[in-house]
Every structure is written in structure tokens, then in C-alpha cells.
């Protein structure tokens, strides 16, 4: 998929940011936020010629501004020679659209910005294959919308090849998403795996030295660790984490870790498409939050909250986190002014200043994270403090040791499979077993025959494993449409990249995503770890996710917590422990392995004492 360059028509881009401020009360944030916007937009070599700023506590829902503020892009633009309108506020795709019609100019919003300077920073596979996704999940709502408009404006005329180019484009559009993301799935595989094994095998405490852009993450790891990886000015030098170990003293030597940065307002897609930067923050087991001191107080104050704020977001609970102040050497007084003009006490959370540069305190650093380190180890967090990733991966790792060799490493070829995940529903595995062997042998496991069959055929041989009614209605129509639109072979589908083979399969009447998710991981060892009943019930109760949350949000709970070649056990194993002890009535809190991180007991007791 082509990109979007940043130069326009050829000329040096000359950009007014604009922005939208929603606390009509706010007099000096705005302000901070704007600078940094600026700061991130000339880091690119983009010309800023001019600012538009609106308060209002909605956004409009044409162009996100007022049509007054249109006009006044307008008329920037000419008075201005401007060629680009950069907005701080993530626009929605029609209001991009809207705006880049009224104004015929270039739109982009900050989630835009922030990938390009990530893009021109990439340098590893990982990296650039991540950006490429964000960028083409972010663009396809506008893709798809602009190639509606282009269609219905073919459509009078009835050009040659109108709807079939939308159509096409679309496709080709989701096709390229799934490549790319299979692509950055093998990758993470390998990379997490490694991650898992320096963690598990070493037994290393980890350090993360996070924080935001340029405030000397790279330059503090490289002092602490005699490493010599890329420093500068330039924002989001480092994108892939990078790690090196430390001796401290004879009790601790931990791994350093060195991540990407933080920003200002940073948008939860764009932390959710580096997933191994944030399995390296959330699998620390000290973060440092590292901090500009020559920042304005002001800019500090909501790096702080803003900091902890994410990390909270990114499953790090406050008693994990280290506050530092770099850059010390160029104020060298602040650190005895800055306890009281930032009232650090409120956060409750060990800080410290240093100079990465000029090695400052970098020694008291040092000993301040073995301090830690050693009291998080002598003062685990309890069930209610520890993270939900933190469960999640003590939970996965607890279980799996529980149930070993529960995997026989059998695979039905991708119809069987199918066939036999849609017997499974609302049953025991033995029933399933029955059910199965009856249709084989009655009837035989091919879409050709399960079509032919009469209905009263397939449900006598799959009585035994329930709701055969409705099963047979989706047992034919699957095989229906297999014959139709894929000449009875559903292997092709099965051999598509994960993410659209589910897609297709869940096209079929009947098939959910956890047919799918079952049939793809029994059949060719897809990376998923599909839900069930139990495992969706042992989520909710250890509060992996929210009570209400959904078939998605559990599975991306489940599968954060363990690395992919696992996910198949974990499955396994989770189901068991769902039917021996965590059960949906009278579960055994007493006898079980996860009852030191499980908050439901004294939810339960909490409830039952009201
Ligand atoms: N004066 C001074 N400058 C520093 C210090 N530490 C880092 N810098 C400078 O700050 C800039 C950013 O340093 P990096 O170490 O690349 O910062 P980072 O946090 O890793 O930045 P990203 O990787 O872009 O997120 C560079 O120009 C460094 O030379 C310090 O202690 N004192
Ligand atoms: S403690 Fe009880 S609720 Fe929690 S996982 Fe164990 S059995 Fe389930
Ligand atoms: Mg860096």
C-alpha cells in the first residue's frame, strides 16, 4: 500500500496546527500541549507558519472546528502560503475528508504526525512492520470512505469498473492489514519468546527505564549498563527495546531495559500497536519514569500525571514506579526546589535526580533501584494491587504447570476440525467424541456428503451431542457454502493469514468467532487462544478484564499473559481447571493454585456480608 508522503506537490511543507481545546477554562495546558505539537512538527523539517486554536467543550461533528474556523484555515492559507493543516485533536476519518475539501489542502491529525517521525526513526523490521499497521488500521476508515465517495460518483455514469474498483480497493485494503499482521505476529513470537526466556531462565529482577521522548532513557541505560546505543535530539530515537544487565551489589543484578517514549496525550492505539515495548513495561518489575528537569514546572506536572496515568493504563501499579529527573547538569539547584514547586510528596512514589550526561547521582540511582527491588521482592503486591497482566501471566504460568501434557499434539484437517468444534458446542468432550465417530461413520466427514444427507440423517447421528437441531442447520449450511464458494475445499481458507481466515469463516451463517478461533487452532496451531464458558468465567473472576467485557477483550486478556507457542495448552488447561476446581457453581477457592491472586473469595464474602 502506498503511503501518504508528507512532502506537498514537491514543496517544502508549511503548516498551521490547529487545535481544539475542550476546557474552555484552560488558560495554560493548552499551551504545553501545542509547544510539544510544535516541537514534534519541526522535528519533521515542516515549516510552522501559523497556529488556529478554538474553545469549545464539544467537538463539531463536520469538521471538528466551527465553519468559522474553516474559513479562517482559508484564509491562512493564502495570506500564509500554507500547504498543510496539522490538528493536535484525532480527527474521524469524514471530518479529515470534510476538512480537506473545504479547505483543498493536506489534512493530517497528530496520530498522523507521530507515525511519520516514528516511520523516519525505524530502523528494524518489527518496527517499520508495526508503523505500517498503525498507519494502514488508521487509514482505512478514510480510505474506505474516500473510495465510497470516488464510487457513488462513478455510479451515474456507470463507469467502467466503478464498483468493482471500490470493492477491489477494499479488499486489496484488508488483505495487505492481514499480511502485515501475520507478518508482525512471527516476528513478536520470536522476539517475546526470548523476552519470556531471559526473564524466566535468568530470574533477573527488570528495570524499564520508560518515560517520555528525549528525556534521556537511552542515554541513562547506556551509562548505567556501558552500552553505546543511538542518542539525540531527535524525538523517538529508540523505538525496539533494547536490554543489558547491571551488577548493583552482591545481593542484585538486574536487566535494564530501554524503551520507546512516552507523549503528551498519547493515543491508546498507537501504545496498543507496539505490544513488545508494552510487554517489556508491563513485565518490569520496577519502571522508572524518566523526566526532562529542565522542562517548565508545569510541563513536569502533567508529565507526571500523565506518566502515571499510562502506566496505570499499561497494568504498572504506582508501588513499582521510580519518579527520575534528568539532566540534572544543567540545573544543578533544581533538585532541592523541586520536591516543593512539584509537590512530589502527593505521589507517594520514591524520586530522584541525575545527570546521564555528566554521571550525576547516578550511583544513588542505582542503589535506590536495588532498594526497591528488594522491597517489592520482600512486599509482594497482594491480589488487589497486582495488575491485571500480572494475574494474567501468574495465572497462565500457575495452570500450565498444574496440567502438563494435556496437548497430544493432534490436528483434524480444517473441515474435520470445523465439524468437530461446531459438535462441541454446550457439551462434554465424550458426547462430542460420539457424535463425531456416529457422522464419519454414517455419514462421512465431507462437505459433499453432509450436503447430500437427508436432515434427519445427520441429526439421528449427532444426537448424542445436543442442540442437533440447530446444529444440523449449521452443519449444512457450512457445507453448503463451502461447495458453493470454494469448490468444497475449505483447506484455502484454513491456509489464509490468521487474522483473515477467521474473517472469512465468521462469514458463514453460524460460525462465531470461537468456531473459528477453535477450528483454526486445532487444525493448523493458529496463535489464538479461543474463549469459552470456563475460560471467559475464570477471566471475569481473577478480573483479567471487566465484567462486562466481550469475546475480544478476554481472548487479548488470556493471550498477554502467555507467549504464542503456549497457546494451545493454555487453552486446554484452562478449560480443566474450569470443570475441576474454578466451576461455575460451588468453585474450590480452598484447594486452588490461584487463590492468592484471585479477588472473587472476598468479592463474594464482601457481597455476601452486605
Ligand atoms: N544536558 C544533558 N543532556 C542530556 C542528558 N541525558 C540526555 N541528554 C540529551 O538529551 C537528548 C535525548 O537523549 P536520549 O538519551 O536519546 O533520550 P531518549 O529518552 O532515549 O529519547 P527517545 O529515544 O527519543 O525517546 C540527547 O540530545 C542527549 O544528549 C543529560 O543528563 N544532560
Ligand atoms: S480462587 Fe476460586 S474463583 Fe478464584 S480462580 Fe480459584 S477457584 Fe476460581
Ligand atoms: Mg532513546
Known amino acids: 500500500m502506498e503511503r501518504q508522503p508528507l512532502l506537498i506537490d514537491g514543496n517544502k511543507a508549511r503548516a498551521v496546527i490547529c487545535m481544539l481545546k475542550t476546557n ?34 464539544r467537538p463539531f461533528a463536520k469538521y471538528h472546528i466551527g465553519s468559522g474556523k474553516v474559513h479562517e484555515l482559508r484564509r491562512k492559507k493564502r495570506r500564509l502560503d500554507a500547504n498543510l493543516f496539522i490538528f493536535y485533536n484525532i480527527l ?18 497528530r496520530y498522523e504526525l507521530t507515525l511519520e517521525i516514528f516511520d523516519q526513526m525505524a530502523s528494524d523490521n518489527l518496527s517499520k512492520l508495526q508503523i505500517q499497521a498503525a498507519r494502514l488500521e488508521k487509514q482505512a476508515p478514510f480510505l474506505k470512505l474516500q473510495a465510497s465517495v ?37 516476528l513478536m513470537e520470536e522476539k517475546s519468546q526470548r523476552i519470556w526466556k531471559r526473564k524466566n531462565e535468568l530470574g533477573y529482577p527488570i528495570v524499564c527505564i520508560a518515560g517520555f521522548y528525549n528525556a534521556g532513557k537511552t542515554s541513562l541505560f547506556n551509562i548505567l549498563t556501558g552500552d553505546t546505543k543511538l542518542v539525540s535530539a531527535r524525538p523517538f ?31 491508546p492505539r498507537l501504545i496498543q500497536s507496539f505490544k513488545l515495548n508494552l510487554l517489556d513495561i508491563r513485565s518490569s518489575d520496577v519502571v522508572v519514569l524518566l523526566l526532562d528537569i529542565t522542562d517548565p514546572l508545569l510541563t513536569l506536572q502533567l508529565k507526571i500525571i500523565e506518566g502515571i496515568r499510562l502506566l496505570k493504563e499499561i497494568g504498572v501499579p504506582r508501588s513499582r ?43 544513588g540511582f542505582l542503589e535506590l533501584v536495588a532498594e526497591r527491588v528488594k522491597y517489592l521482592r520482600e512486599n509482594p503486591p497482594d491480589a488487589v494491587e497486582l495488575s491485571s497482566f500480572s494475574r494474567a501471566e501468574t495465572a497462565v504460568n500457575r495452570v500450565l504447570a498444574e496440567y502438563p501434557d494435556l496437548d497430544a499434539g493432534l490436528y483434524l484437517p480444517p473441515f474435520n476440525s470445523l465439524v468437530r468444534t461446531v459438535l462441541s458446542q454446550n457439551t462434554s468432550s465424550p458426547n462430542t467424541a460420539t457424535a463425531y465417530n456416529r457422522l464419519a461413520d454414517q455419514i462421512g466427514i465431507s462437505p459433499y456428503n453432509i450436503d447430500e444427507a437427508s436432515d434427519e440423517a445427520v441429526i439421528d447421528a449427532i444426537r448424542t451431542s445436543g442442540m442437533y437441531n440447530q446444529k444440523t442447520k449449521t452443519l449444512k ?16 481458507i484454513f491456509e489464509l493469514p490468521f487474522n483473515e481466515a477467521r474473517d472469512r469463516l465468521m462469514e458463514i451463517s453460524g460460525i462465531g ?18 474463549v469459552d464458558r470456563h475460560i471467559e468465567r475464570i477471566a471475569k473472576r481473577l478480573e483479567l478484564v471487566e465484567q462486562k467485557a466481550g469475546y475480544e477483550a478476554i481472548r487479548a486478556a488470556w493471550q498477554d499473559g502467555a507467549t504464542p507457542d503456549r497457546f494451545r495448552e493454555l487453552h486446554l488447561a484452562l478449560i480443566k481447571f474450569g470443570r475441576e476446581v474454578c466451576t461455575a457453581r460451588n468453585p474450590k ?11 472473587y473469595p472476598e468479592k463474594i464474602a464482601e457481597d455476601n456480608s452486605k
Not at 92 to 109: G, P, Y
Not at 163 to 171: P, S
Not at 334 to 344: G, P, T
Not at 589 to 599: F, S
Request: aromatic fraction near 8%.
Open 24 to 57: 474552555v477554562h484552560d488558560h495554560s495546558v493548552f499551551r504545553v500541549k501545542l509547544d510539544e505539537l510544535r516541537a514534534l512538527v519541526e522535528s519533521l523539517g515542516i515549516e510552522v507558519v501559523g497556529e488556529v486554536v478554538q474553545s469549545r467543550y
Open 589 to 599: 477457592h480452598d484447594d486452588c493454585i490461584l487463590r492468592n491472586i484471585c479477588p
Open 477 to 492: 449450511a457450512v457445507s453448503k457454502i463451502i461447495i458453493e464458494k470454494y469448490g468444497g475445499d475449505i483447506g484455502q
Open 237 to 267: 530515537t529508540t523505538l525496539s527495546s533494547k536490554y543489558q544487565r547491571r551488577f548493583i551489589d552482591y545481593e542484585t543484578t538486574v536487566l535494564f531495559i530501554d524503551t520507546i517514549g512516552f507523549m503528551l496525550d498519547l493515543d
Open 321 to 363: 514506579i521510580i519518579i527520575a529527573f534528568n539532566k540534572l547538569d544543567k540545573m544543578p539547584d533544581a533538585d532541592k526546589e523541586i520536591e516543593e514547586q512539584l509537590s512530589l510528596d502527593v505521589y507517594g512514589i520514591p524520586w530522584i535526580c541525575v545527570s546521564a550526561e555528566k554521571k550525576i547521582n547516578t550511583q
Open 513 to 530: 468467532p470461537k468456531t473459528a478461533d477453535v477450528s483454526l487452532l486445532f487444525s493448523v496451531n493458529s496463535h489464538v487462544v479461543p
Open 92 to 109: 474521524r476519518s469524514s471530518q479529515k475528508l470534510n476538512l480537506m475539501r473545504a479547505t483543498d489542502t493536506e489534512v493530517i491529525d
Open 150 to 186: 470516488n464510487y457513488r460518483h462513478d455510479r451515474p455514469f456507470f463507469r467502467a469498473g466503478g464498483e468493482y474498483a471500490f470493492h477491489g480497493q477494499l479488499r486489496e485494503l484488508s488483505r495487505g492489514q492481514s499480511r502485515i499482521n501475520e507478518e508482525i505476529e512471527k
